[in-house]
């Protein structure tokens, strides 16, 4: 029977290989949620974004199990059909068995594994990080936060966004992410007492939306820049299924009203015109612009773990110095309607660029 690890108190395993994967340069998120049609089906222990090329993207997920008996088998299987259903490229397996016949079979099964003996060379070499704080802590301080449930429920938002991560990346991500930005965005401005873990939420969101924003850019970095703003404003604007797919939703919806409702036919006109009115009146501009440059693409990768780094850094967050990430936030800002002037003073650091 396998082995349990030993961790120093305090420390769980899932944390000795996210800074594992963070030493190698990967973006790393811990405990995603994999949800299936409004039911919690399970955690991804580890979901894990690499860079390889400006036009190649990876992402790992990774099932961690520090168990006497940990049914490696079993988890092979489970995570090979986890891997399929979020779409991932490759899933590795991280267990105290260190029997070569998980490694033979988990090989055929396109699986990678972490076995016993390498866990606990890892461990062994592993000193904590005391300048990160570590998922539970992160939690903590949001549910220190006695009104947050009935104050918007950051709990479940901050849930929401990191489950985005399970599904097929693409601008419905990044739209989800930029809502749920302007939110916090707004409570660091209003709520004092909990403006730190508000900033913290912001800036992890801010970096899953730099995440999805290179993710994207893979197909269309390649466009000239005129053709990369359309391409951009058109994600913004309709999201995954683009300009064709919405018109298609719209006139689908259209022609219903019309057949079906008593008056349809000015009632559809309206749903046209109210749409019309929305689309035109959001501020995508300033986004595909920004984001249609060689120099910022190039940096979004880089940006997204600086921002994940800052939010869960164990001293409170503050503006970033850096002009890459400053600009990235001060782009967003300029999207959510907020002023740039009133958010850096809250922070009592000066916004000039």
Same mark, same amino acid.
Request: aromatic share 10%.
């Given at each position: 029977?396998?082995? !349990? *690890?030993?961790?120093?108190?305090?420390?769980?395993?899932?944390? =000795? @290989?996210?800074?594992? &994967? %963070?030493?190698?340069?990967?973006?790393?998120?811990?405990?995603?949620?994999?949800?299936?049609?409004?039911?919690?089906?399970?955690?991804?222990?580890?979901?894990?974004?690499?860079?390889?090329?400006?036009?190649?993207?990876?992402?790992?997920?990774?099932?961690?199990?520090?168990?006497?008996?940990?049914?490696?088998?079993?988890?092979?299987?489970?995570?090979?059909?986890?891997?399929?259903?979020?779409?991932?490229?490759?899933?590795?397996?991280?267990?105290?068995?260190?029997?070569? !016949? *998980?490694?033979?079979?988990?090989?055929?099964?396109?699986?990678? =594994? @972490?076995?016993?003996? &390498? %866990?606990?060379?890892?461990?062994?070499?592993?000193?904590?990080?005391?300048?990160?704080?570590?998922?539970?802590?992160?939690?903590?301080?949001?549910?220190?936060?006695?009104?947050?449930?009935?104050?918007?429920?950051?709990?479940?938002?901050?849930?929401?966004?990191?489950?985005?991560?399970?599904?097929?990346?693409?601008?419905?991500?990044?739209?989800?992410?930029?809502?749920?930005?302007?939110?916090?965005?707004?409570?660091?401005?209003?709520?004092?007492?909990?403006?730190?873990?508000?900033?913290?939420?912001?800036?992890?969101?801010?970096?899953?939306?730099? @995440?999805?924003?290179? &993710?994207?850019?893979?197909?269309?970095?390649?466009?000239?820049?005129?053709?990369?703003?359309?391409?951009?404003?058109?994600?913004?604007?309709?999201?995954?299924?683009?300009?064709?797919?919405?018109?298609?939703?719209?006139?689908?919806?259209?022609?219903?009203?019309?057949?079906?409702?008593?008056?349809?036919?000015?009632?559809?006109?309206?749903?046209?015109?109210?749409?019309?009115?929305?689309?035109?009146?959001?501020?995508?501009?300033?986004?595909?612009?920004?984001?249609?440059?060689?120099?910022?693409?190039?940096?979004?990768?880089?940006?997204?773990?600086?921002?994940?780094?800052?939010?869960?850094?164990?001293?409170?967050?503050?503006?970033?110095?850096?002009?890459?990430?400053?600009?990235?936030?001060?782009?967003?800002?300029?999207?959510?309607?907020?002023?740039?002037?009133?958010?850096?003073?809250?922070?009592?650091?000066?916004?000039?660029?």
């Amino acid at each position: 029977m396998p082995d !349990l *690890i030993t961790l120093p108190k305090g420390m769980a395993l899932e944390e =000795v @290989l996210r800074d594992y &994967f %963070l030493k190698t340069g990967a973006y790393v998120v811990r405990g995603v949620p994999f949800v299936y049609e409004n039911d919690d089906v399970t955690d991804i222990d580890l979901w894990v974004y690499s860079r390889a090329s400006s036009f190649s993207r990876e992402i790992t997920i990774v099932d961690i199990k520090n168990k006497k008996v940990p049914h490696a088998l079993e988890r092979i299987f489970w995570v090979n059909g986890l891997k399929q259903a979020t779409y991932s490229n490759k899933a590795i397996v991280a267990t105290t068995d260190s029997r070569p !016949l *998980i490694k033979s079979f988990a090989k055929k099964q396109d699986v990678m =594994v @972490l076995d016993g003996k &390498f %866990l606990s060379k890892l461990v062994r070499n592993q000193n904590i990080n005391e300048e990160r704080l570590v998922e539970e802590k992160l939690i903590n301080l949001i549910d220190s936060y006695e009104l947050q449930k009935i104050d918007g429920d950051w709990k479940n938002r901050m849930k929401y966004c990191k489950s985005i991560l399970s599904k097929p990346i693409n601008f419905d991500s990044c739209n989800s992410w930029l809502a749920e930005g302007k939110f916090f965005a707004e409570l660091v401005l209003t709520r004092e007492r909990e403006r730190n873990t508000a900033l913290r939420c912001l800036y992890l969101i801010c970096s899953y939306l730099a @995440l999805g924003i290179d &993710f994207c850019m893979r197909e269309i970095s390649f466009l000239e820049t005129h053709e990369r703003i359309e391409k951009l404003k058109e994600g913004f604007l309709f999201g995954g299924r683009g300009l064709a797919g919405t018109n298609d939703l719209i006139k689908f919806s259209m022609n219903m009203i019309s057949q079906y409702v008593e008056g349809g036919d000015i009632h559809a006109r309206l749903l046209r015109q109210r749409f019309d009115n929305e689309v035109s009146n959001l501020p995508v501009n300033i986004l595909a612009e920004y984001f249609s440059k060689t120099e910022t693409i190039n940096h979004m990768f880089q940006v997204a773990k600086s921002l994940e780094q800052m939010a869960m850094q164990s001293q409170n967050p503050t503006l970033p110095d850096v002009i890459d990430i400053k600009s990235y936030l001060y782009c967003l800002l300029d999207y959510w309607k907020i002023s740039r002037q009133e958010f850096s003073s809250v922070l009592n650091v000066n916004s000039n660029i």
